[in-house]
Each structure stands twice: as C-alpha cells, then as structure tokens.
C-alpha cells in the first residue's frame, strides 16, 4: 500500500505530466527560437507595457519627462551598452562573436556605430576574456565582457574570483578593477540541456568583491546593465535568455540606473512572502495567482531579489516579520543554491515571527536534463504545491 504522501506525489506528477502534455500538444509545430519563448510574460502585471507605467515607477523619477520606445529584453541590453559607449570614451565590448552582434544579437550594430577597434571578437578562450578584461580595467578602461553562455563560466572561474573579486584588496586599494562588467545568459531556456541551462549565481555568491545582479525586464535590463557598468566594483550581470525576445516593455530612452543590491515588493501581500529572481518571477506570479484563486482571502506578497550579491536582507525580512512565512523559489539546484543563504539569515532575523518552516523550490540535484527540463525547473505546478503546503502547515 503507498502511504498518503507517496499517493499525492504521485497525483502532481500526473498532473505534471498532463500539463506539459497540453503544452506540447497546443504548439504551434514550429521551432522554438535559439533563446525560447515563455509563455505568459506578454500579460504579466510585472511587465510596463505602458508608458505611464513605466514612468510611473518611483526608481525612474530621473527620467519621468522621458520618451519611452517599445523594447524586449536583448534590445534593451543592446540600447544600454550603445549608451555606455556612447558616454564613455574608455568602454570596449568583447566576447565570442560580440562583432557579428552575439548569439542572441545584443551587440548588433554597435561595432559598425562605434567602430571594431571598441566592440570586436575575441577567442574561445573565456579564461583569456576574463583576464584581458581585468588587465583593461586595472589600467582605467571600462571593459565589458561577455560570456557567450553562463555555462562557459568556468574556465574563467579563477580569473573573477581570485583576481577581479581581490584585485582591490590585495593592493591596499591602490589598484582596482572596478570597471570591469562581466554580462552572461544564463537559466533555462526549454532545449538548452547540460551545457545551456545552468545558473551559476550562487558559485560567485560565495565571493568578497564582487556585486551580481538578476534583471527580470527590459527596463531592468538597461537600468542594471548600465548600474553596474558605472559601479565601482566588478559585477556579474546574469541575463534570463529566455526573456531576451519574451519580454517587451516601454523602456524610458533616455539614461538611467537602477539601484544595485535593492530588493522590490512586485506584489503585496499579509500571508506568504514568496522571494524569486530572474524569469522565476514569472513563474510564481502564475503560482500565486492560481493559490489565491484556489483558497480564497489568501494574500501572498511577492518579492523580486533583483541582487544577488549584495542582497536586501532588510526588505525580505520586513515581509516575513509581516507574513510569518516565507517560500523561495530558484532554477539552480537545491543544494548549495543561494536560497538556503536566504533561509538562513531570515531564520536567524524572523525566528519568532514564523508560521511555518522556510519552503524552497529549486531546481533538482541532478545535471540540468534535456526531454525533462519541464520536470526539473520550478514551474507553475511545483511552486504551488509548496504554496498550499505552507499554508496548511
């Protein structure tokens, strides 16, 4: 006999499977382009399909009289670096194929605009990109590198977090190279398997001296791409693709920054905080949508991180202090991923105030699968589960 948990563990892989079915069967026949489309992201109340959404957002004071211009995400990233080389002399682009305008074409046109001696290629080499990258910025320019997927991180996994993350430190602040900006798409993407799909935020997390940053839209897009440009640390800029061509908003087309390192409330709530980043957001957005239709009162509020590194601790505790119960959701693996970082400070702060054991959603401890990432990514089905999990504990 299966015990009662074995039975309804069973029924959400069937509902699982049935979903993924439905979708499979609704496509269009048609290949999915080389970043994937998310369904959903057109009708999110996250997205400012606006321009008096946009502009209405406090974080774009600076810019409120702006024209706004219709954007998805990779267009946004490409308007922000053509404004970072357009307003500083000292800024190059580099990377695999960044010349011919990149894999998902966020560097299109730039080089023919301000020429191949600032926007060029460069070898397979990512060890190489990264290093060339620390040598500009030790010398005052401000290189912006790209790896072509987060995936390729690795071998320049000594280059970031034992030269860029310490160059300051070692030198007694006498040199730094805080104009470095390391930009990389990574997360699922619906076909990309092993070497495609990973999200490698919390290998750096571990790292003094580095800031990393998870933009979810196009407005965050070119505010936190152009923020971490001009900071004076070297970031991580971690880039969902499979929003590059989801997401569309009116993006202000004048400059502007967005702050690093600051967490915002998406949606409010007095029940569950529910704490994602990147394209998760849009995830649980169906999840919460779903829990309030399906136990009516509920109220979840809904926080976007936004920074990895620093993270805001305060705001995410603020929330629980309110809630009493907390949900973190992330497409990297369970172990090791930087929502149990999470789940510890706030159990640490919010001790007293919890309702319910810290719930996470992640990816699982396996290598990232290719006919069943739809069973390995947090979807709709699995964060909802733990939804109601929490809320009958």
Request: glycine share 8%; charged share 20%.
């Amino acid at each position: 006999m299966l015990s009662s948990a074995s039975r309804n563990a069973a029924s959400r892989f069937r509902s699982s499977v049935s979903l993924v079915k439905r979708n499979l069967a609704s496509s269009s026949g048609s290949p999915p382009p080389a970043e994937g489309f998310m369904q959903g992201v057109a009708t999110s109340k996250f997205i400012k399909a606006t321009k008096e959404q946009a502009l209405a957002h406090p974080e774009l004071a600076a810019v409120k009289n702006s024209e706004t211009q219709k954007m998805n995400y990779f267009t946004a990233v490409n308007d922000a670096l053509a404004t970072a080389l357009a307003t500083d002399d000292k800024a190059v682009i580099f990377g695999e194929d960044v010349g011919f305008g990149g894999v998902f074409r966020c560097t299109i046109g730039l080089a023919e605009k301000f020429g191949k001696e600032r926007v060029f290629n460069m070898p397979l080499t990512e060890q190489g990109i990264i290093g060339f990258g620390i040598g500009m910025a030790a010398v005052g320019h401000t290189p912006i590198a790209e790896i072509q997927f987060a995936d390729y991180v690795f071998p320049a996994f000594d280059q970031i977090v034992n030269e860029a993350a310490k160059y300051r430190y070692r030198s007694g602040n006498e040199f730094n190279v805080g104009g470095l900006t390391i930009r990389m798409p990574c997360n699922a993407v619906g076909h990309g398997a092993l070497y495609h799909s990973q999200s490698p935020e919390a290998y750096f997390a571990h790292t003094p001296g580095l800031k990393i940053v998870y933009p979810r839209s196009p407005i965050q897009a070119k505010g936190f791409l152009l923020a971490a440009i001009r900071d004076p640390n070297p970031v991580l800029v971690m880039e969902p693709k499979i929003l590059y061509r989801s997401a569309v908003e009116q993006v202000p087309v004048d400059d502007f920054v967005l702050p690093l390192g600051k967490a915002e409330v998406v949606k409010e709530g007095k029940d569950l905080t529910v704490v994602g980043w990147g394209a998760q957001l849009y995830v649980l957005e169906h999840a919460v949508q779903e829990a309030e239709k399906r136990m009516p009162g509920l109220s979840i509020e809904v926080i976007d991180l936004r920074s990895i590194l620093p993270w805001d601790r305060d705001t995410v505790e603020k929330s629980v202090n309110k809630t009493g119960r907390l949900l973190i959701a992330h497409e990297a693996p369970h172990t090791g991923g930087f929502g149990g970082e999470i789940a510890a400070a706030i159990q640490e702060r919010c001790f007293l105030k919890l309702e319910a054991p810290i719930a996470r959603v992640c990816g699982w401890d396996t290598p990232f699968p290719l006919v069943y990432e739809k069973f390995y990514v947090p979807g709709m089905i699995r964060c909802l589960d733990e939804i109601e999990r929490v809320m009958n504990y």
